[in-house]
T-cell receptor, first 111, second 111 residues
Framework: EDQVTQSPEALRLQEGESSSLNCSYT??????LFWYRQDPGKGPEFLFT???AGEEKEKERLKATLTKKESFLHITAPKPEDSATYLC????????????FGTGTLLAVQP | GAGVSQSPSNKVTEKGKDVELRCDPISGHTALYWYRQRLGQGLEFLIY????????KSGLPSDRFSAERTGESVSTLTIQRTQQEDSAVYLCASSLVAEQFFGPGTRLTVL
């Protein structure tokens, strides 16, 4: 079954403590892996798209990487304002452009 | 420019009533998507529009759910004879190419 799995479910960091979030996927014909940030009570905010193994994208303290089976979202020296749920999604196969989402990682960064 | 907007932001209804949820996509975006997010769960795809046509309706959970899009713009998601399990946040997204941009969602509570 096509699946997207994120780990850990929750992560608590101290301000400045770098870490990584994982997104593993088992789909055929990947047509893009997407990272979003979601704050409580709001819609997901687009962060990155990755298309092929070895690709990397960076934005401020965040860097996303992609392999053939998983993606990592690296957070360097996080700040409390980085606290949010981070969602991973994939688009794959056929003609549809729908995204299949993981259940997210809830990140809390304490000052 | 303006992002995706959704209305109402909150909707409380009684079991058995019909509800209509509205989405205004980003101007010029040809694709529009509806997703559902239940408490503590990942986003679940419902339906995808390209222009005014819906090539993928595979995520609609039952025939009580329907959606339409007019003028390659506004979309309405209708849920007939609402049930308590329909309680969720309904999110709309639009895209021009691959990246989907989300609205703030409509929180539906069925009593």
């Amino acid at each position: 079954e096509d699946q997207v799995t994120q780990s850990p479910e929750a992560l608590r960091l101290q301000e400045g403590e770098s870490s990584s979030l994982n997104c593993s996927y088992t789909v055929s014909g990947l047509r893009g892996l997407f990272w979003y940030r979601q704050d409580p009570g709001k819609g997901p905010e687009f962060l990155f798209t990755l298309y092929s193994a070895g690709e990397e994208k960076e934005k401020e303290r965040l860097k996303a990487t992609l392999t053939k089976k998983e993606s990592f979202l690296h957070i360097t020296a996080p700040k409390p304002e980085d606290s949010a749920t981070y969602l991973c999604a994939v688009r794959y196969g056929g003609a549809t452009n729908k995204l299949i989402f993981g259940t997210g990682t809830l990140l809390a960064v304490q000052p | 420019g303006a992002g995706v907007s959704q209305s109402p932001s909150n909707k409380v209804t009684e079991k058995g009533k019909d509800v209509e949820l509205r989405c205004d996509p980003i101007s010029g975006h040809t694709a529009l998507y509806w997703y559902r997010q239940r408490l503590g769960q990942g986003l679940e795809f419902l339906i995808y529009f390209q222009g005014n046509s819906a090539p993928d309706k595979s995520g609609l959970p039952s025939d009580r759910f329907s959606a339409e899009r007019t003028g390659e713009s506004v979309s309405t998601l209708t849920i007939q004879r609402t049930q308590q399990e329909d309680s969720a946040v309904y999110l709309c997204a639009s895209s021009l190419v691959a990246e989907q941009f989300f609205g703030p969602g409509t929180r539906l509570t069925v009593l």
